[in-house]
């Protein structure tokens, strides 16, 4: 069973359509959750880490809510550079939990 | 804006040849990263490194993986004896103390044919 799974897998909106991605989780403890966006052939681009339920972030377009069971992504009036795949993904508490487990992500386009 | 940089971009190499992918991470971060995506699939970690030592590594990281960081700012992974498989971008990430949002590089397109 994945421990991290976003939905819809793909969405297409107009410019200035605002919607919401999902990321629900299944671990034992939370250290943080963490939104990515990734152009296509590139790298991870940090967005936002969320710790705790009830927190909230925004960067422009973009904002960010964590609750007990999974994290929503806003995105607000969006423009046609908004179009990327964006990644959720979860870190686990505990000695030595390192590493990121990744979604599969939400491929977004925008069209103008 | 300080950025991780990875060498080479593409590699292309033959099955059972080892090679070597390169980072440099952001200099003031402590925790080095290495993940891979297979092309269409998702982000999967390799194994983290801390104080001169693997900290975690995941299943996918056996022995024919290796991690070093030969001087002060490179860090490597090691890949001996290569399969098709081990095909996919392969990424570099670096934190700060705390892992407050991972920077990741570019990363280095595998191809082994």
């Known amino acids: 069973e994945d421990q991290v799974t976003q939905s819809p897998e793909a969405l297409r909106l107009q410019e200035g359509e605002s919607s919401s991605l999902n990321c629900s989780y299944t671990?034992?403890?939370?250290?943080?959750l963490f939104w990515y966006r990734q152009d296509p052939g590139k790298g991870p681009e940090f967005l936002f880490t969320?710790?705790?339920a009830g927190e909230e972030k925004e960067k422009e377009r973009l904002k960010a809510t964590l609750t007990k069971k999974e994290s929503f992504l806003h995105i607000t009036a969006p423009k046609p550079e908004d179009s990327a795949t964006y990644l959720c993904?979860?870190?686990?508490?505990?000695?030595?939990?390192?590493?990121?487990?990744f979604g599969k992500g939400t491929h977004l386009i925008i069209q103008p | 804006e300080p950025e991780v940089t990875q060498t080479p971009s593409h590699q292309v190499t033959q099955m059972g040849q080892e090679v070597i992918l390169r980072c440099v991470p952001i200099?003031?971060?402590?925790?080095f990263y290495w993940y891979r995506q297979i092309l269409g699939q998702k982000v999967e970690f390799l194994v983290s490194?801390?104080?001169?030592?693997?900290?975690?590594k995941s299943e996918i990281f056996d022995d024919q993986f290796s991690v070093e960081r030969p001087d002060g700012s490179n860090f490597t992974l090691k890949i001996r004896s290569t399969k098709l498989e081990d095909s996919a971008m392969y990424f570099c990430?670096?934190?700060?103390?705390?892992?407050?949002?991972?920077?990741f590089g570019s990363g280095t397109r595998l191809t082994v044919v």
């Open positions: 969320l710790y705790s």
């Open positions: 490194f801390y104080n001169n030592e693997i900290s975690e």
């Open positions: 200099s003031n971060h402590l925790y």
């Open positions: 993904a979860v870190q686990e508490s505990g000695g030595g939990a390192d590493g990121l487990t």
């Open positions: 990430a670096s934190s700060e103390p705390g892992g407050n949002g991972y920077t």
């Open positions: 671990v034992s403890g939370l250290r943080g």
